[in-house]
């Protein structure tokens, strides 16, 4: 595994439960028959269940897949109170409850599994000192504050402001009159154009352009028959705290107003966002997804890999739209919605194929079939 | 309202106009029963109708909107002599006649709007002055114009030719031997590979890669059995005047001959353009089309989001294909094209899903039935 | 065509051939009727048969084609054995023998085709001499083969490797640990996160991001409803030898293991391979594809543009995914897969349409109406 720290940095697992965020979580320690009391075992990573060996925590979230634990080597493993119970039963069944994993008994295993990650992510890559790398174009009357770092090569504009540890990657671009939150991330090469902000806690992954026009044309036959002529884009893009945005992923800004990304949305890469667009607080979508200008979407929603939604829409909070479904109506009840042509052997295909082209003819003859 | 200009620098209606480039349309104010002659009402902004505010200017291009003029607030709208009559015989049967907001009637709103926009785009936003920031690297007998500007961190290579007032945006790569028209816009961290032509005020956006390498390879089994080995793509990409580009769209170069996109081509974001292909006058495609190899798309088409496009096809001129759906034909005819699954709740679709995939045999049973 | 060679310099046909690379490959040249000796004839390009001029080479793959060469004007053409006996056959029917084109007879045309042109290549784009640009950042401690080439603007961070006669292009970010194989090249502004690693002789295309985040988030309701915190992402990315990767493609890292890309796997532009996928061998993918996390993708396989693979799944050796097409299930049999909603004219689709939301309703009145 990749993730090895070093024994002599590896905590002791009572210690790094203490360091990990724990907030919101019950946990407690289970030591089992465990030969080594569980403050002074030390994990050095962590690991999926089947693979932990005995320096690596893991962790069991459903239920289904409890019976791995009757071969599991972890250090200790994540489980809720339900789990625990009916693997001490299985080991009492089995004579062998001196054998016993330790466990760390919590309300959510796979949500504090996350957390310890974070710990340990913290530990491998902490984030860059403060400061500006002496390579970087940072105009004069750009304000990055002392705790925040610049890498090589990257270029604040004018009237930018650059909050407590907010960290911009090498060779980013942060536009004129930009504002970025404390804490928040520009992983390398990023583009953001005049006058995005984010909140708290960004992180925006290599590639992404924020702020870029919208695509908007006026009929300008005065030139050439067919010709068009660009509507300026004088809006920008906000972001809320706790947003990411994946590799090469596009938002446009506003034609007048803002495009809007709520507080805690995730966005993966090669998604396209038109302008105006809004989208609700904590709505995830998968990577490859596109929504044309002017749709909201609501809160809390799923939108699937490859999802294609239309422009000037409404979807609701709590819809989850499928992978590779096009949406070209409003959605107003939470819900799963899906439509994608069934995959086949080509030849199959090309004989359903060709019964689609006629659809509407043959539902009229079975219509006429019925009333013989 | 991001857009407002300072007060004290926006233009009485009269100047605005006259500053405007208002070729090819024809307009007058008509002041109706305002207050303020229209030569001293100031315009400080543009705005959509139901949110113009005394210092915005905003637009009705479709009748079916006359409406909302009866409560509009803008400092002064743009209209057809239809509308304006509408609107006069409207004010005037309410007994409303003094009430009259400044109108000015034009044989092109929306594309006097834009126009307009264009106005305040350039005293919002200036091109940069000429001139090669010190930090950027410049071949030596690359060939910049004393009036262009090239941008921080940008790398132009030997033997390229950067027009008059062209802009080289921050971070961008421009390649040997690469020409860029006058009025040009390279927004920030765009790549020209080497032999890419560009005419008269094209605008790439960030992240956009033209002139890469088409996807070409040969079967080359005597390295492995399934082996490739790369065909050299010795083209380039040849933009026309007018032609924009979106962000983290790429284009590839040809094999042997150019990809040729012609003038006034509006392409969005995140869109791909194989290798050979050619692109009629006029066409505009919106996010995440794909085009493969070797294909012609004629001229004034419309090519809906995420739309696919195959390779070695034809397209004619005038064809609008929907969004979200794949081309695998030849289109010789103009009209409206369109292939995708409707989409329903989830439950629903996977019952028709099953039903789809015995399409040809519900059509083989129907044709019995009907024999009987 | 921009691809001759200056006269000069351009080769005689037989030391075109020796230089090139024709390992694996037979040849022997066939004079005919041809006034120049195959040893004299100068050969300044390579075009298509039917615009190929006296100063070209060309090719003939398919027989179909090899009737285009009673017209063909080309310096020499590439054939098999069968299509120069059916050649001079047809020249003696026609009392033409005395015409007869120089042909270079080939067990495979297409492939010698392509090596010449990587000959050609060479002579035109010669890869850059080794060194490093002043402007380049390169930690201390990163390790640059002499031999290889860092452009200008380029970072390399601590602890990288970068191989012999490598070529890391401008604007170039590569990560802390990276390592880059011999003759690999990396075009302009290509972002490599830490720890990605790749064999010899690799292509990326400007653009592309390689190791970026996958996309994994636990739910933390004890935040807000619905919110997500971030599963960190400890894994790298590691590509085989021969691998290229298209502009502006995506290659997650993976979560706790690394995301794996076969030997000679070829990936075109803007494609996303999510975390933890592993490709085989050899396997192709034209622009646009997206493949989610964790799923396997076996080797020889061909996947068209635009399909989108979902996650967890598992596609066998020498399967090809026709394009446009959604895979939702493992794949365990070579051959190919198919399903897109075929394209008609608007107005046919929408009466089709109709039919589709009640397919499942028809096959239950098709069997009642069976029954009766």
Not at 83 to 100: C, H, I, K, T
Not at 204 to 223: E, K, M, N, Q, Y
Not at 294 to 312: L, P
Not at 333 to 343: A, I, L, S
Request: hydrophobic share 45%.
């Amino acid at each position: 595994m990749p993730i090895l720290l070093d024994p002599s940095k590896a905590p002791v697992l009572q210690r790094l439960l203490e360091e990990t965020d724990t907030s919101g979580l019950t946990w407690s320690i289970e030591q089992g028959g465990a030969q080594v009391p569980a403050g002074e075992i030390r994990v050095a990573g962590i690991a999926n269940l089947e693979r932990a060996g005995p320096q690596e925590i893991s962790f069991v979230a459903n239920p289904r897949y409890q019976a791995q634990l009757a071969e599991a080597q972890a250090a200790a493993v994540l489980v809720t109170a339900e789990v625990a119970q009916a693997y001490r039963a299985m080991l009492a069944e089995a004579g062998r409850a001196g054998e016993a994993l330790i466990l760390i008994i919590c309300n959510a295993p796979y949500l504090l599994f996350a957390r310890i990650g974070q710990w340990f992510e913290s530990q491998l890559h902490p984030l860059p000192a403060g400061g500006i790398h002496p390579s970087a174009v940072v105009a004069p009357d750009a304000s990055v504050d002392p705790s925040a770092h610049v890498g090589p090569l990257a270029v604040i504009e004018s009237g930018a402001a650059v909050g407590p540890r907010a960290s911009i990657g090498a060779g980013c671009y942060v536009g004129p009159g930009c504002r970025i939150g404390a804490d928040s991330v520009l992983h390398p090469r990023v583009t953001l154009y005049r006058g995005v902000s984010m909140g708290a806690r960004c992180v925006i992954l290599s590639g992404a352009v924020l702020g870029d026009d919208g695509f908007g044309f006026a009929p300008d036959p005065s030139r050439a028959k067919g010709a068009w002529t660009k509507i300026p884009q004088f809006g920008g893009v906000r972001l809320g705290d706790d947003v990411e945005v994946g590799a090469n992923t596009t938002i446009d800004r506003g034609a007048l107003d803002d495009t809007l990304i709520g507080n805690g949305v995730k966005i993966d890469n090669q998604i396209m966002i038109g302008h105006n667009c809004r989208i609700g607080d904590h709505t995830a979508m998968a990577a490859c997804v596109g929504i044309a200008g002017s749709t909201t979407v609501g809160e809390r929603c799923s939108i699937g890999g490859a999802a294609m939604i239309g422009g000037h829409l409404k979807i609701g909070d709590d819809v989850f739209i499928s992978a590779a479904t096009p949406v070209h109506s409003n959605i107003d009840k939470p819900g799963q919605y899906t439509g994608f042509f069934p995959m086949t052997e080509h030849a199959q295909w090309e004989r359903n194929a060709v019964a689609v082209r006629h659809l509407a003819t043959m539902a009229k003859r079975l219509k006429a079939l019925e009333k013989k």
